[in-house]
């Protein structure tokens, strides 16, 4: 089959529709019958999959939800920890990083969850102290020298342990509000972003955040991320911190065997 203009127009408009993460073909009729066409036309298929793979992107899912795209590292459209709002300081960069991983690791901490559907709720005060705790038991670990396989997580957790959760400016336009000097304001931050990105929406009750089906798929294909794999085993309990006793006393006696 010799695609038409007509299918040409059609290929691109979906992929415009795809790269919108907030648009719905259950909102959007143009976008289901797009979508039908690219489900059970395979000259159609083929051809969309050809162009978006010549952009550095491919379809993770074709459900209900839409094209769901999954990025390489040097397409034009590739996510950069530098677009997420506020992440313009290399603070910003390190917690945004770290949050958006640990958002995956809280909501899919074994290979298991990421194939459950069900509905994950993230209630923002919760996730904030679960992160607290995350990097406290890093911090036990830490004396041990445990490698952290991740460029940046090492340093990611030390500023988020040291900052107060909660911190609200006192004076100008900040008074009042949450201070980008405290973890919450950060967890905030990101959880917002994933709305806009169509990864996560807000529930009725106060502080609860719903994680999309959009958001499962993304980290379903990151799932063998170093930062993600390391949180998600810390989560499930698998990196114990060595007691200092013991390694003082291993090294005592090889010392002795010398």
């Given at each position: 089959?010799?695609?038409?203009?007509?299918?040409h127009?059609d290929?691109?408009?979906?992929?415009?529709y795809?790269?919108q993460?907030?648009?719905?073909?259950g909102?959007?009729?143009?976008?289901?019958r797009?979508l039908?066409?690219y489900?059970?036309?395979?000259?159609?298929?083929t051809?969309?999959?050809?162009?978006?793979?010549?952009?550095?992107?491919?379809?993770?899912s074709?459900?209900?939800?839409?094209?769901v795209?999954?990025v390489?590292?040097?397409?034009?459209?590739?996510?950069?920890?530098?677009d997420?709002?506020?992440?313009?300081?290399?603070?910003?960069?390190?917690?945004?990083?770290?949050?958006l991983?640990?958002v995956?690791a809280?909501?899919?901490?074994?290979?298991?969850?990421?194939?459950d559907?069900?509905?994950?709720?993230?209630?923002?005060?919760?996730?904030e102290?679960?992160?607290?705790?995350?990097?406290?038991?890093l911090?036990?670990?830490?004396?041990?020298g445990?490698?952290?396989?991740?460029?940046?997580?090492?340093e990611?957790?030390?500023?988020?342990?040291?900052?107060?959760?909660?911190?609200?400016?006192?004076?100008?336009?900040?008074s009042?509000?949450l201070?980008p000097k405290?973890?919450?304001?950060?967890?905030?931050n990101?959880?917002?972003w994933?709305?806009?990105q169509?990864?996560a929406?807000t529930?009725s009750?106060d502080?609860?955040?719903?994680?999309?089906?959009?958001f499962?798929?993304?980290?379903k294909?990151?799932?063998?991320?170093p930062?993600?794999?390391?949180l998600?085993?810390?989560?499930r309990?698998?990196?114990?911190?060595q007691p200092l006793?013991?390694v003082?006393?291993?090294?005592e006696?090889?010392?002795?065997?010398?």
């Amino acid at each position: 089959m010799t695609l038409t203009q007509t299918d040409h127009t059609d290929l691109g408009t979906l992929i415009g529709y795809a790269l919108q993460p907030t648009q719905r073909p259950g909102r959007s009729p143009e976008y289901r019958r797009l979508l039908g066409r690219y489900r059970s036309e395979p000259d159609f298929r083929t051809a969309t999959d050809s162009v978006l793979h010549g952009l550095g992107t491919r379809v993770l899912s074709d459900g209900d939800f839409g094209l769901v795209l999954g990025v390489e590292p040097e397409s034009p459209f590739a996510f950069r920890v530098t677009d997420m709002p506020n992440a313009g300081t290399r603070t910003g960069r390190l917690l945004a990083g770290l949050l958006l991983v640990g958002v995956a690791a809280y909501a899919y901490p074994s290979p298991a969850e990421l194939d459950d559907d069900r509905v994950r709720r993230v209630p923002d005060a919760e996730f904030e102290q679960w992160m607290r705790s995350l990097c406290e038991r890093l911090q036990a670990t830490d004396p041990a020298g445990e490698t952290i396989p991740e460029e940046g997580l090492d340093e990611a957790w030390r500023v988020y342990h040291e900052m107060p959760s909660t911190l609200v400016g006192d004076r100008g336009r900040g008074s009042g509000r949450l201070s980008p000097k405290c973890t919450l304001y950060w967890v905030r931050n990101i959880l917002g972003w994933l709305v806009e990105q169509g990864m996560a929406r807000t529930d009725s009750t106060d502080g609860t955040w719903i994680l999309t089906e959009r958001f499962r798929i993304q980290v379903k294909d990151m799932a063998s991320e170093p930062a993600y794999t390391y949180l998600a085993a810390l989560a499930r309990g698998e990196h114990t911190p060595q007691p200092l006793t013991d390694v003082s006393r291993s090294d005592e006696h090889t010392t002795g065997e010398q």
